[in-house]
């Protein structure tokens, strides 16, 4: 394993998502995995009407978005998803980033920033496959 992983995990509102997998394509970051997901944070939730009554709401939607970077630069990284994801309003997320040990690719072994690195190539042969 050569170079350092960074794991890094954005919770921000779904209506963003769009931009923000743009923005980090364009920036290099291609390999991500998406979750909806329910949390709370300062907002403490928010109420709702149904038939008339209100409803506290505890737990607001959002979405996960996860990636592993070892060529892209994390400052990058961190500087694209708050130009993307900021209003300054409450509810914008959080981002989260930590140092992984290892990653391995299942299918061929391989281990570290190698596992995570994708081969253009390949790709395009196992979709037409």
Do not use: W
């Not at 743009?22 to 403490?44: E, Y």
């Not at 998803?81 to 690719?105: M, N, P, Q, Y």
Request: charged share 30%; glycine share 10%; proline share 2%.
């Amino acid at each position: 394993m050569s170079a350092m992983l960074t794991k890094i995990e954005i919770i921000t509102r779904s209506s963003k998502l769009d931009d923000l997998l743009r923005a980090l394509n364009k920036i290099g970051v291609l390999g991500l995995t998406v979750s909806q997901v329910f949390g709370c944070g300062l907002q403490k939730g928010h109420q709702e009407v149904y038939r008339g009554k209100k409803y506290d709401v505890n737990l607001t939607p959002k979405i996960k978005v996860e990636t592993v970077v070892s060529e892209v630069p994390v400052d990058l990284v961190l500087e694209t998803c708050e130009r993307v994801l900021r209003t300054g309003k409450f509810g914008d997320g959080k981002i989260f980033v930590s140092e992984l040990k290892d990653a391995v690719r299942i299918r061929t072994g391989q281990r570290g920033d190698d596992a995570i690195r994708d081969i253009p190539g390949e790709v395009k042969e196992q979709a037409s496959a």
